[in-house]
């Protein structure tokens, strides 16, 4: 898939979820999330259909480049999981290793 645009905010959402939607179903499953510099709650929702999209074919999406904007959005849904977005955490404690 190629790499998103500079924005996916709700002004375009509907043209990206759908262009998405149909490269995921001819397969492609990594997403370069590097440029986005402008995002709203739409981005997450869009990610998260195309990321059901993929599980519906038993596969899971690759998000790459993550802005730090998106992850704190997708934190703040509760869905940074399921976007796999999450730190790794084995357990009710969360050990944050900052470098």
């Known amino acids: 898939m190629p790499a998103l645009g500079n924005s996916l905010t709700n002004r375009n959402a509907a043209a990206v979820l759908r262009d998405g939607l149909s490269r995921v179903a001819q397969g492609e499953l990594t997403v370069d999330c590097s440029a986005l510099q ?7 929702a869009v990610l998260l259909a195309w990321q059901r999209a993929a599980a519906q074919r038993g596969q899971a999406l690759t ?5 730090t904007q ?3 959005l997708a934190s703040l849904y509760g869905v940074d999981g399921l976007l796999g977005l999450a730190p790794a955490a084995s357990g009710p404690e969360h050990h944050h290793h900052r470098h």
């Open 70 to 72: 998106l992850q704190s």
């Open 38 to 44: 402008q995002v709203d709650s739409a981005a997450v």
């Open 63 to 67: 998000l790459n480049g993550v802005p």
